[in-house]
């Protein structure tokens, strides 16, 4: 590409975080390619799940809401890449898109920031904890089924500022995110993955694009990580198999030994975090789709039919 051509449009949400997602994408194709800053744009795309606060995602549309818009900007040819955190992706691409790639992964940890205290363990019995994910309330309920767990929605800043004037006692955030924002120090407690795995996806950044436009398929290759591919390869094939969404409480982590092999952790639970299923499957990075679906077939048999049932209608 000649940077005498139109700037290359990159298409993301306006928060700070997004805004940084979309630098880093932006820096690491001018670092492949020796472009200068002016060879592309960033394009602020306003999303239903950035204007809709009052009410928590499950009810209002899930994992579609922070991309949707973007979509169809990237459809309309407004933009020519979009840049999203890979856990609000759905596990399937609206006809004409393609996902181009993944950067490599960001710690996959989820932080707790203590108002008062700095773990979750020192939170006194009734103490209030805001999260917006369905995911997060479920496990903090599950490790402390005394705590009141609230709907907290916004961006890192506004769940901070809420934090901040007491409408809560502790609040969940990505490390990925706190770190892309170099906010790191804001965290009072790193989560281990094991008792508390992160969303499928998490910590990924991830650039979608036109199906065919070998032009942007072109420029994006350098700066795919393949590793990220694979372990999200089937952390979405577990997603999908469980037909997963904003609705449901559904953690995954895959990871990879050096040695060729993958090992998938998924989890299921319920939203009052009272009952969980789980699985380790391993096997080579080659059959990281199998993986993942078996993994997915797993928890799936071992909940029971009707585990999902009437969850949509949950208002936490």
Do not use: Y
């Not at 949400?13 to 960033?42: K, N």
């Not at 479920?138 to 705590?147: A, N, T, V, Y």
């Amino acid at each position: 590409m000649s940077h005498t051509e139109a700037p290359i449009r990159i298409g993301t949400r306006g928060s700070q975080l997004a805004l940084a997602q979309a630098s880093e994408v932006r820096a690491r194709l001018m670092a492949a390619h020796g472009l200068p800053e002016d060879a592309f744009s960033v394009e602020i795309i306003s999303t239903s799940g950035d204007r809709i606060l009052d009410r928590p995602l499950s009810e209002v549309g899930g994992k579609g809401l922070f991309t949707k818009e973007i979509e169809a900007a990237l459809l309309d040819g407004r933009i020519d890449i979009a840049v999203h955190s890979s856990k609000d992706m759905a596990t399937a691409n609206p006809e004409g898109l393609v996902i181009t790639a993944f950067l490599e992964r960001e710690d996959v940890r989820d932080a707790f920031i203590g108002r008062a205290v700095a773990t979750i363990d020192d939170l006194p019995r009734g103490a209030t904890v805001g999260s917006a994910s369905l995911r997060r309330q479920s496990l903090i309920k599950r490790l402390r089924p005394d705590l009141d767990v609230v709907i907290f929605r916004g961006n890192v800043q506004t769940r901070l500022r809420k934090l901040a004037e007491g409408q809560a006692d502790g609040t969940l955030l990505a490390l990925a995110g706190l770190n892309r924002m170099d906010m790191a120090s804001t965290a009072t407690e790193v989560l281990s993955v094991e008792r508390f795995p992160p969303a499928p996806g998490q910590g990924a950044i991830c650039i979608q694009s036109r199906e065919g436009d070998e032009r942007i398929a072109e420029l994006v290759a350098p700066i795919g990580h393949a590793d990220t591919t694979v372990a999200l390869t089937a952390e979405r094939a577990f997603l999908a198999k469980l037909d997963g969404s904003c609705r449901t409480p559904i953690a995954a982590h895959a990871q990879l030994d050096g040695q060729g092999q993958l090992t998938l952790h998924g989890v299921i639970l319920t939203p009052d975090g009272s009952e969980m299923h789980e699985t380790h499957q391993s096997g080579p990075v080659s059959d990281a789709h199998e993986i993942g679906m078996e993994a997915g077939r797993i928890v799936l048999d071992a909940a029971g039919q009707g585990f999902f049932a009437g969850w949509a209608d949950l208002k936490a």
